[in-house]
């Protein structure tokens, strides 16, 4: 239940509570990911970043990343640790932080739901988060509250979920489940946008692969228009843009391999709306 003090505590986390903005400086060499090329950034340019903290104070408190390039366009939104125990889609969420860029912005909140991402749990204290965005309803918890008012602020032309499953979308292979499939949403041509981006993932991560088979080929799964109460239905149904709720297998797999999945998810889909990204040497 949404008290009247979390309900306040909401509207300030809108409200920046520390602002760090800086200027990150990258070569001009592009960086390879796996086998995708990740773009490259002109010597000279700039990425700025400011972080706001949403939910400020409370067990929730965490930040979230608007970084600019020097040049205007698309916005997107990246989420991870909506499931806090789906660890890929966090530190993924964490390196597209990293990335650098030439135009549009890119928005990320790493671990959403912060609680569950520390005590590694699917769910937090006020249940599974991915249930909390009613489409056509105020959502019905105050960090669910918070994060849509963020997005809202944010205005993107798309939004992109990451998150991790035990099975297989539509495969007999192992135990039920989401993975290895990109859920659209049914606004801003996402459902086409995702079988592109699906068959260049086939081609350079599972195809040209020795150790993973056809059983893990990345496909398309359900179009998601507002029926359930997660995120992605919302963005289509109450902002009528591109969202994608993506998801990678652990059936057979290891974090590290889920993570480059992820990440190459991630990265295709924000070229696709305009953001070209390029890996931070570390």
């Known amino acids: 239940m949404v008290t009247m003090q979390d309900r306040s505590a909401t509207k300030n986390s ?7 903005r800086r200027a990150l400086v990258v070569g001009g ?44 366009g698309e916005t997107v939104v990246v989420l991870g640790g909506v499931h806090g125990s789906e660890r890929a889609g966090i530190d993924a969420a964490h390196t597209v932080r ?5 135009q549009g912005t890119l928005v990320v909140i790493p671990e959403a739901n912060a609680p569950a991402v520390r005590d590694s749990t699917y769910s937090g204290p006020d249940g599974d988060l991915n249930q909390q965005f009613p489409s056509g309803q105020e959502p019905t918890t105050s960090i669910a509250e918070a994060i849509w008012e963020f997005i809202t602020e944010m205005d993107p032309a798309a939004v992109i979920d990451m998150h991790s499953s035990m099975g297989i979308w539509g495969s007999s292979r192992g135990p039920s489940g989401f993975g290895q499939a990109i859920f659209p949403s049914a606004a801003g041509g996402s459902r086409e946008i995702a079988g592109r981006v699906n068959r260049l993932l086939n081609d350079e991560l599972i195809h040209a692969s020795e150790e993973y088979d056809s059983a893990y080929e990345f496909t398309v799964g359900n179009t998601l228009a507002g029926e359930h109460p997660r995120l992605i239905h919302k963005v289509a149904a109450d902002l009528g843009r591109a969202g994608y709720l993506t998801e990678v297998t652990r059936y057979g797999t290891d974090l590290p391999t889920r993570t480059n999945w992820s990440e190459a998810i991630a990265a295709e889909l924000l070229r696709k709306h305009g953001i070209g990204v390029e890996k931070v040497p570390k």
């Open 14 to 20: 809108q409200q920046r509570l520390t602002t760090s």
């Open 29 to 72: 060499s592009a960086t390879v990911l796996g086998s995708f090329t990740l773009g490259t950034v002109s010597a000279g340019e700039s990425v700025t970043e400011e972080v706001r903290t949403l939910r400020s104070g409370t067990r929730y408190e965490t930040p979230a990343y608007i970084r600019e390039a020097p040049t205007a």
């Open 98 to 102: 990293e990335w650098e860029f030439e």
